[in-house]
DNA sequence: CATACATCGCAGCGATCACTGCGTTAGCGA
DNA sequence: TCGCTAACGCAGTGATCGCTGCGATGTATG
């Protein structure tokens, strides 16, 4: 069979069977999560994903570690550092993007149990790529030649509000409140 | 004296039974946080905590209404509200509370392993009375007839940072650190 | 086309979990 | 002091969990 337009459906790339199988398991426990009532064990996700318990014994090893997978793959590249010409643009664009992703109550949960049970290397999974992306923003400023805040205060001032109220408290975090975070931190 | 013959609470006094019952189980949920190997389960607890696991199905009912009340009785009352007299120290007293408060890896594990079982729930639990302390600490500064700032910003400025940088981070809560963020609230 | 390798499904195993009647004990009120 | 009631200990049950050989299936390589 000439191997022209046909597949190739190699398992480690996107559609193998491995993938299939990483999606269905990783979806599965979003779903379960945002469930509230699902217990978050093995067999549970494994039944929900339409695979075997054993394969999510044997490719993960443990809920904690499945769910570090999932909150890294989730927290990764999807928030795409904007460049609007200024500090502020940036911050502004930043946190409310940001904001808009804590606001789904889906990432939340999957926030707040990946922080349960994968203690400080959960909580390190969450934090994902914020902070780098934090840095770009702030030394791409510098490029421009104006020294920005430094990276702790901007994170006091505005990554850390964000994370404290959307895990914490039930508050709504508007695009008012989130620009007024950027407003106090840049005066001017 | 009410005259009811339902609502008698026979054992609710410090040194009964049922009260060192709760301090066990209480404690033993401490000690099994922190072990982070355990795996906070109903039997797990009762056996470290000498009492049957009957005993603490019956109270508790599940793990998540375990750390609840544990995380409720634990982050409250135990920071007395500081009155140094300006608002400037009172912050700066609060705060310094707090983070060596939440510096200790066995409240920081309590902190994590609540918010993760136990959801939106297990979260206000852990935010306990800190905002209510805040609030007093304004209302005093307003007593004195200055209008401090706003409780959601002192919440941004002081809470949330203390907060993220505990739960999300490895970074120190130094007290260096700690009156930074009372300088930024209160410039001059 | 054939071989080699990785991944998955299947059945089943000890261990533990969550939960439930029933008898016993501790502590308060009279 | 004595009775009453809530709280606890005990033993046991069904269900589920975590895990492990073994065979089947799909994927890449020569």
Request: aromatic fraction near 4%; include cysteine.
């Given at each position: 069979?000439?191997?022209?337009?046909?597949?190739?459906?190699?398992?480690?790339?996107?559609?193998?069977?491995?993938?299939?199988?990483?999606?269905?398991?990783?979806?599965?426990?979003?779903?379960?999560?945002?469930?509230?009532?699902?217990?978050?064990?093995?067999?549970?996700?494994?039944?929900?994903?339409?695979?075997?318990?054993?394969?999510?014994?044997?490719?993960?090893?443990?809920?904690?570690?499945?769910?570090?997978?999932?909150?890294?793959?989730?927290?990764?590249?999807?928030?795409?550092?904007?460049?609007?010409?200024?500090?502020?643009?940036?911050?502004?664009?930043?946190?409310?993007?940001?904001?808009?992703?804590?606001?789904?109550?889906?990432?939340?949960?999957?926030?707040?149990?990946?922080?349960?049970?994968?203690?400080?290397?959960?909580?390190?999974?969450?934090?994902?790529?914020?902070?780098?992306?934090?840095?770009?923003?702030?030394?791409?400023?510098?490029?421009?030649?104006?020294?920005?805040?430094?990276?702790?205060?901007?994170?006091?001032?505005v990554?850390?509000?964000?994370?404290?109220?959307?895990?914490?408290?039930?508050?709504?975090?508007?695009?008012?409140?989130t620009?007024s975070l950027v407003?106090?931190?840049?005066?001017?």
């Amino acid at each position: 069979m000439p191997a022209t337009s046909s597949a190739r459906r190699t398992d480690s790339r996107p559609g193998g069977r491995s993938a299939r199988v990483r999606a269905a398991v990783h979806q599965a426990v979003r779903e379960l999560l945002t469930d509230e009532a699902g217990e978050l064990t093995i067999p549970v996700v494994a039944t929900r994903a339409g695979v075997h318990a054993t394969t999510v014994y044997r490719r993960w090893g443990s809920v904690g570690e499945l769910l570090a997978d999932v909150a890294t793959s989730r927290f990764s590249g999807d928030i795409v550092v904007p460049d609007t010409g200024s500090l502020r643009g940036d911050l502004e664009r930043y946190a409310y993007d940001l904001a808009k992703d804590l606001c789904d109550p889906d990432t939340l949960a999957l926030v707040r149990a990946t922080i349960g049970i994968g203690g400080e290397q959960g909580a390190a999974a969450c934090r994902g790529e914020r902070q780098r992306q934090l840095e770009a923003i702030l030394e791409r400023e510098q490029a421009r030649g104006t020294q920005p805040p430094s990276l702790e205060r901007t994170t006091d001032a505005v990554l850390a509000p964000l994370y404290y109220r959307a895990v914490f408290t039930n508050d709504p975090l508007t695009p008012d409140w989130t620009h007024s975070l950027v407003a106090h931190l840049l005066p001017d």
